[in-house]
């Protein structure tokens, strides 16, 4: 008889690819903001705002450290109690995340995500070149 596994936790996604542009910013936060019902995060509250604010930083350090990235990802993904948003883009330099090295916008990245019990992190891409950092919070109840 075969083993029964256990149903996976759902699973919500949200992805958006924003051009490297002067307006990159505000139109990943905006595109974002679209989206945070999608993946069950209520709009206007707080935590909708951690999640803006972090994915504005993220954006701006694309913006800032990955000059020649045309385009950076954006992902909301929910599952199991948890928020990741993932920001990718080609720049494979995984950027310093130990205390004392961040500059203020990874350190205001950071606090917010450890207002949720959270974390942030950085990978280098599996199926191109480049890097995604990654922002874990957990879910409100």
Sequence with gaps: ???????????????????M?????????????????EV????????????????????????????????ADVELTVGAGQLIVGVADAEPRLPLLGPGEMGAGLRLVAELAAEYEGGIGAKLTVNRDGKVVLVRFRMPS
Excluded: I
């Design 21 to 37: 542009a002067p307006e990159a910013v505000t139109r990943a936060r905006e595109a974002v903001a679209e989206g945070l019902a």
């Design 40 to 71: 069950g995060v209520v709009a206007g509250s707080a935590f909708a705002d951690a999640v803006l604010l972090v994915v504005s930083e993220l954006v701006a350090n694309v913006l800032r450290h990955a000059p020649r990235c045309p385009v």
């Design 1 to 19: 008889m075969a083993a029964v596994s256990p149903v996976p936790p759902s699973v919500a996604r949200y992805c958006v690819s924003v051009e």
